[in-house]
């Protein structure tokens, strides 16, 4: 453990290193075997969300006049960062944490003095963001599901895909067509935001169908079938959805780069402990550079990441706009997990297969921030297209 606190050393505030603190404190109630026993059966942690919810980490970034705790996001960052470095796995409940940014920021005054509060005390969940659909990948542009306009009403029709936690959550925020493609003058209109009442949806036009996937992480396919909602459910205006999408892009992207960063330090962690104890040919395998130099490199490539989150975050706090550098954290932190991930494995050969080690576990967990919320390749183009001035490639 004491490593990872080593690993930390831009220079942080006090307050920094107090959330470290209570976070870790709280991890520790968590331990591998509490994982191991939810991975097996594909449970849902939830003993380990409530408490989260209980110490109000997951309302860091609701303002304190809705009852949050009111953090930075550079804060807030701190707090998933450390969920991960200590073995738990924050995907459980990260959402919760910055899908609310869409009501603060664009809700009416009613939403948000309904919703915000019981939100950061935990009484509603707000944890399933239906973005992806099936056939339309990352092309969000395309997404199929509708909502139309019926008197007070919106009735609802489509699919969604991957929505995470969506057997978990009071709330979904859902993306959905207003007005066809064809209509509308600027591609990006047409899209809007609901935020739906899940408990009342499910059964009377809604279905939630858990996809069994490598990693214990509650994604489901949700199915719309007229599925009616009071028109007050609409989020800001009709037809503004993905511009409201993007612009709470850049602290998605942060957040999870942090967990990155926290999982990073997690394997190197154990693999730095697991080579000083580890003895093959009477000496430590550790003291073998082959072993020495991939954690050595890991360590390097975590710290740059880690300065990029950082100042990702500060860029955001200070009011500025992020997207370059969200972006880039993004693709820097999961790619250092994913390194590190990879070589934790290689350093505790064949007990790197072990479940008894959590390197397996969290090996799998690790794999999937490359991918999601937005993939590599996605995040490439937008730093060529957007930064650099390339042209557009899709
Ligand atoms: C476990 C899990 C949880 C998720 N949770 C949620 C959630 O809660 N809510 C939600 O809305 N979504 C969620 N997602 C969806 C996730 O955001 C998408 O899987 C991700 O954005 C990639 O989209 P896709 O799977 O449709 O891939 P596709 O768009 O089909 O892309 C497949 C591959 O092709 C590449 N590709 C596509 N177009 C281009 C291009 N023009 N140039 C270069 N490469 C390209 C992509 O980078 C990717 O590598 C989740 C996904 C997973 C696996």
């Known amino acids: 453990m004491d490593i990872v606190k080593g690993l930390s050393m831009h220079r942080e505030s006090d307050e920094l290193a107090e959330i470290r603190r209570a976070v870790r404190s709280l991890c520790e109630a968590f331990p591998g075997e509490y994982w191991r026993a939810k991975d097996s059966v594909r449970e849902y942690p939830a003993e380990f969300v409530d408490a989260l919810t209980k110490a109000g980490f997951l309302a860091a970034l609701i303002p304190t006049e809705y009852g949050g705790s009111g953090l930075s996001l550079d804060e807030a960052a701190v707090i998933m960062e450390e969920i991960q470095a ?155 959805g993905f511009r409201y999408i993007l612009s709470g892009m850049n602290a998605e992207r942060i957040l999870i780069a942090a967990e990155c960063i926290g999982d990073a330090k997690w394997f190197i962690d154990q693999a730095k402990t697991y080579a000083s104890d580890r003895t093959v040919f009477a000496r430590p395998i550790g003291q073998n550079q082959g072993i020495q130099f991939p954690i050595a490199r890991c360590y390097s490539q975590m710290r740059a990441a880690e300065l990029m989150v950082h100042h990702a975050a500060a860029v955001y706090d200070e009011g500025g706009n992020p997207g370059e550098e969200a972006n880039m954290a993004k693709l820097l932190a999961s790619e250092a997990s994913w390194a590190a991930a990879d070589m934790c494995v290689q350093t505790f050969g064949g007990f790197g297969f072990a479940e008894e080690y959590d390197v397996e576990r969290k090996f799998r967990e690790a794999r999937l921030y490359t991918v999601a919320p937005i993939s590599t390749n996605l995040i490439l183009s937008y730093l060529a297209e957007h930064v650099l001035g390339l042209p557009r490639s899709y």
Not at 92 to 121: C, F, V
Request: charged share 25%; hydrophobic share 35%; aromatic share 6%.
């Open 86 to 240: 200590s073995g738990c796995n924050g995907g459980a409940a990260h959402a919760q944490m910055y899908i609310m940014n869409t009501i603060l920021r664009y809700g009416s005054d009613e939403q948000k003095s309904d919703y915000l509060p019981k939100i950061a005390s935990g009484d509603l969940r707000l944890q399933a963001f239906g973005v992806s659909e099936p056939t339309s990948g990352t092309d969000t542009l395309s997404l199929k599901t509708r909502a139309v306009r019926n008197g007070d009403e919106y009735i609802i029709n489509g699919q969604k895909i991957w929505t995470s936690r969506a057997e978990h959550s009071d709330l979904m925020l859902l993306l959905a067509r207003t007005t066809p493609r064809d209509q509308v003058e600027k591609k990006t209109e047409g899209l809007s935001m609901f935020l739906v009442d899940m408990q009342q949806a499910v059964g009377n036009g809604m279905e939630i169908k858990p996809i069994r996937t490598m990693m214990n992480h509650s994604s489901c396919e949700v199915f719309f079938d007229d599925l009616r909602i009071p028109a007050s459910a609409l989020v800001g205006e009709e037809g503004k």
